[in-house]
């Protein structure tokens, strides 16, 4: 059909040629050059295959009037049908487009071509800058003149040099209302009758209309609406957001819908009617015909009619797929396009946006999951759980395998897994605002966002705010072990519901530190915990007695529980910061509250840094003020720090990137970076102080130590598992013992809790102990077997590593990824590098199951 269709059109235009030709042969006033050459070009036009075969592909495609930029990256835009061809003239799914600092100067915007030029018509959102004012990142749609075979892929190219000129965009509010879409609920439980949030009412009563895009390819909106009974009156406490995307076709025509409800009870601020859990069921309508109706859960995980909705939590009308619905309504097209995108994962890791993973792990397949209003997807639902899992990490297993591999698949499991979290109670919004609640005063005002409430406290406490009756919910939230799990999502499809959730899971992040400004980090050493003097809050932290107080500091600072509390509150917190609009399309200043928090953080670190002993700083601590150190926990502090920098480009944040860096590489030019991957390193003297310099910083070591009183001699044996048992020790190695070892060597007159003890008159597998570097053995009064310790030790070979490659926890793997990101990004670690490539090698990590730790030591 096609071929006949081009040879209809070639032998028409023959014709007209001819036409044309003896006409002019017939002509009887002889033409002027002038109009004998426009002729010729006419004809020549006429008769040119070229043309013809443009025309028939792309009838009004027009090539770029403007000179092509620099291409910078691909978008693949893959047909998801094997049978049908997708037509020309359709508009993309939304995307995200990250860019490297520089890429895209300040005062230039994105072009998107095909390969021979064309123009696609974009439509853009969510700009947001590097410090330089290059752009960093925008979410985006393209109305794409071309067609794509079926089960075919078409390459877009995203060039530099676009005009920065206002969009302005074809589609207006009235082009939503023909479709008459709303979310119905029929109450079970805390909820009498039927509950309706219509878009429509939405847009008539202009309450809650947020314009977030308009441009050639369609309008993008955030609409908020009351669920109204009946009788037209509000509950008060049940909300609806809509998020509506309006297409444009060719001709400036409306195509039709993309549409996404979220259903929430977000109020910190409104006590009646009470906030509680409220079940019912909800379906998803335009006009009377039901489109879908939800499946979700109550109290168990089997889905069903019924949904229970905690206070602060919500979910979305979305499909199983996790994606938005399409709705022709009064427009042109009766189907959406059946299109996918993948994106330049190499453009990915230059832009720094996320790590520089290795693009060449193995990945395993994906899960099948489905999206259903207040399910798990693959989330752990005990957040508090211990061990290594997959939602545990600078970002998830599941979004990891999804950047790396980019199939449907994976695709899924990214975004229901973002949808899922939704579910957290963490939505915690003012009625009077509509926003999420600051509660850091660093500056007396932010805009759009009211009063800050220093007062108030969310999570669980939820204090200050409306506390619900009963507080529970199927999710036990627990900010030590809380996935990201929106950021990756917004980061790929650029959809501003991951956004939302992003941004209201980092002021949650602030609001749930314990209220006050009391606390003081002192400075003075020695000392035994950080603290100084009372406990007054962790929100804010002041630096030494009678010092400077930096408020929401705790972001970064509160460690107390474990620095993986810091590194994902302040990973949250960062990630929102980085991809919030230059300009808010709602008026509120969020990413100025953000970036004051993290600023003052960023801050608090450099002050402290500035007091604490040389030795410090050089060794590059971090704050533990109880306890022993964590060194799988310093990593996921390194793999925060360095994304922190990364994103956000600041060089606050590279500076306490750079001061972890130190403790890889510290400890690596002195002993086997073996003695760090373990489950712990102590952080206290024999006096029970912090320690201050790297050689207190000894690593937990599981294996059997046999005293013997005959020769005061020690032999070194396998732990219970028969790991870690054919070591040798050197003269100078470093011993401290504590906890129920203690309780074995209670008469060794010299034993005390971390003392610490030097190996001499190293033989084999069996060596001594004394209290100074090469100074005299001490005497051992009887023989006892203890089954770990604490150890320095300069070469652990042939054993691998304190934690044995079996650990059901990763620590090497860790380790040595967050070590190869410092790297990445210009910090000298190179020592402690090359000692955890060797352990890696040995150790035959499989990083087909743990992917989101292999990164490479460069993103070139």
Not at 135 to 144: S, T, Y
Request: charged share 20%.
């Amino acid at each position: 059909m096609f071929m006949d269709s081009l040879d209809l059109a070639l032998a028409c235009s023959a014709a007209i040629g001819v036409g044309l030709l003896l006409v002019l042969a017939k002509s009887q006033r002889p033409p002027s050059a002038r109009a004998v050459h426009g002729r010729r070009r006419l004809l020549a036009w006429l008769l040119l295959p070229g043309w013809l075969t443009r025309a028939v592909a792309a009838p009004s495609s027009s090539k770029a009037t403007q000179p092509a930029g620099k291409r910078l990256c691909v978008v693949r835009l893959h047909n998801t049908h094997a049978e049908r061809r997708q037509g020309a003239h359709f508009v993309t799914p939304m995307f995200g487009q990250a860019f490297r600092q520089g890429d895209m100067p300040a005062g230039e915007r994105p072009r998107f071509t095909l390969a021979d030029g064309t123009d696609c018509p974009a439509t853009l959102w969510g700009i947001t800058s590097w410090p330089d004012g290059s752009m960093k990142f925008c979410g985006a749609i393209a109305r794409v003149p071309a067609s794509v075979a079926a089960g075919a892929a078409l390459e877009l190219e995203v060039r530099a040099g676009g005009s920065a000129e206002r969009q302005i965009g074809k589609r207006t509010t009235t082009d939503l209302q023909s479709a008459e879409l709303s979310v119905v609920l029929e109450g079970l439980v805390a909820l009498e009758g039927t509950w309706t949030a219509a878009l429509n009412d939405g847009i008539h009563s202009r309450a809650n209309i947020v314009q977030l895009a308009a441009g050639p390819a369609g309008t993008l909106w955030r609409i908020g609406s009351e669920f109204r009974n009946r009788a037209g009156k509000a509950h008060g406490q049940l909300y609806c957001w809509h998020y509506v995307l309006a297409l444009t076709g060719a001709n400036d025509e409306f195509a039709g819908l993309r549409y996404l409800a979220r259903v929430a009870q977000p109020w910190t601020d409104v006590e009646q009617p009470k906030a509680e859990h409220r079940e019912f069921s909800a379906s998803l309508r335009a006009g009377a015909q039901v489109l879908r109706k939800l499946q979700g859960h109550t109290t168990t995980e089997t889905p069903g009619d019924a949904i229970r909705l905690p206070h602060y939590a919500s979910f979305f009308s979305a499909g199983q797929d996790g994606r938005w619905d399409y709705v022709q309504g009064s427009g042109t097209s009766s189907a959406d396009a059946h299109v996918r995108v993948t994106l330049d994962g190499d453009n990915l890791r230059r832009s720094g946006l996320v790590p520089p993973y290795d693009p060449e792990v193995p990945i395993n397949a994906a899960e099948r999951i489905d999206y259903n209003p207040m399910g798990k997807g693959s989330i752990n639902r005990a957040m508090g759980t211990t061990g290594e899992r997959g939602d545990i990490g600078l970002l998830p297993e599941w979004n990891v395998r999804h950047l790396l591999k980019q199939s449907e698949d994976h695709e899924r499991v990214a975004r229901v897994n973002g949808l899922s979290a939704a579910g957290f109670r963490l939505t915690f919004r003012k009625r009077a605002t509509l926003q999420p609640v600051p509660c850091v005063d660093i500056r007396a005002t932010y805009q759009g966002l009211g009063d800050a409430e220093p007062t108030w406290r969310g999570y669980i406490y939820m204090s200050g705010m409306v506390k619900p009756t009963p507080n529970e919910s199927l999710w036990r939230e627990d900010t030590a072990h809380r996935p990201g799990c929106t950021y990756w999502p917004y980061l790929f499809t650029g959809e501003p519901q991951y956004l939302d959730l992003l941004t209201e899971h980092a002021f949650a992040h602030v609001l749930e530190l314990n209220q006050g400004n009391g606390t003081v980090w002192g400075t003075t050493f020695p000392r035994q915990q950080l603290l100084e003097g009372a406990w007054g809050g962790e929100r804010g932290i002041r630096v030494g007695a009678g010092g400077k107080l930096y408020k929401g500091s705790g972001v970064l600072l509160y460690g107390i529980g474990g620095q993986r509390m810091a590194a994902w509150r302040s990973r949250d917190v960062a990630q929102a910061a980085a991809l919030a609009p230059d300009v808010a399309p709602d008026g509120a200043a969020v990413r100025q509250y953000l970036n004051d928090v993290l600023g003052s953080s960023y801050a608090a670190f450099k002050d402290y840094m500035s007091h604490v002993p040389a030795s410090f700083r050089e060794a590059g601590l971090f704050m533990q003020d109880k306890g022993n150190g964590l060194p799988w926990q310093i990593a996921y502090m390194s793999w925060s720090v360095c994304h922190q920098a990364d994103i956000l480009g600041t060089a606050d944040a590279a500076y306490v990137r750079g001061h972890l860096s130190r403790f890889w590489n510290g400890f690596a030019r002195q002993a086997d970076m073996a003695c760090l991957v373990a489950m712990a390193c102590s952080y206290r003297d024999e006096a029970g102080n912090l320690v201050d310099n790297m050689n207190g910083v000894l690593g937990s070591l599981r294996c059997n130590l046999n005293f013997d009183a005959a020769t005061s001699r020690i032999t070194i044996a396998p732990a219970k598992d028969k790991t870690n048992g054919a070591w040798s020790a050197h003269d100078g190695d470093r011993f401290s013992f504590a906890g129920k070892p203690m309780d074995l060597l209670k008469s060794f007159p010299e034993m005390s809790p971390y003392r610490l003890f030097f190996a001499v008159k190293c033989e084999g597998q069996t060596f001594q102990l004394a209290l100074k570097p090469n100074g005299p053995p001490i005497r051992f009064p009887e023989s006892v077997v203890i089954t770990d310790c604490f150890a320095q030790l300069k070469d652990f070979r042939p054993d691998l590593a304190f934690s044995p490659p079996n650990s059901p926890s990763g620590y090497s793997a860790n380790i040595r990824g967050a070590v190869a990101y410092h790297l990445a990004c210009g910090d000298n670690v190179t020592d402690a590098m090359d000692q955890l490539d060797r352990i890696i090698k040995s150790q035959r990590i499989n990083f087909k199951d743990r992917p989101k730790y292999l990164t490479l030591a460069s993103r070139a």
